[in-house]
Nanobody, 123 residues
Framework: QVQLEESGGGMVQLGGSLRLSCEVS????????MGWFRQAPGKEREFVAG???????HYADSVRGRFTISRDNAKNTVHLQMNSLKPEDTADYYC?????????????????WGQGTQVTVSA
């Protein structure tokens, strides 16, 4: 029922910015809490940022102050604005949706996932 599609990935230089978007299908977007995760080659998938159904946000320590998650319920879209990018931000980025209240940082809480978009930050 629910389909997620990420876009906006690409290659940027150290210190650059990139904005990821995730379009969510259906008419129940406002019922979902959303999250962004990333996975670098050879590493575990990690939580990046989450936003609740009501707009509360939480960030991983590694991105706090540099990344901003937001949602536009009218457009069924969640965004991840990434500023001051570092090479260690290089990864495949995934958006995900859960159907519970609050913010979830564990991937196991998310029922729906996009296919990912690649972000590469060069030094």
């Amino acid at each position: 029922q629910v389909q997620l599609e990420e876009s906006g990935g690409g290659m940027v230089q150290l210190g650059g910015s990139l904005r990821l978007s995730c379009e969510v299908s259906g008419r129940t977007f406002s019922r979902y809490g959303m999250g962004w995760f990333r996975q670098a080659p050879g590493k575990e998938r990690e939580f990046v940022a989450g936003i609740s159904r009501t707009g509360g946000t939480h960030y991983a320590d590694s991105v706090r102050g540099r990344f901003t998650i937001s949602r536009d319920n009218a457009k069924n879209t969640v965004h991840l604005q990434m500023n001051s990018l570092k090479p260690e931000d290089t990864a495949d980025y995934y958006c995900a949706a859960h159907e519970t209240l609050g913010i979830r940082a564990s991937s196991t809480a998310y029922a729906y996932w996009g296919q990912g978009t690649q972000v590469t930050v060069s030094a």
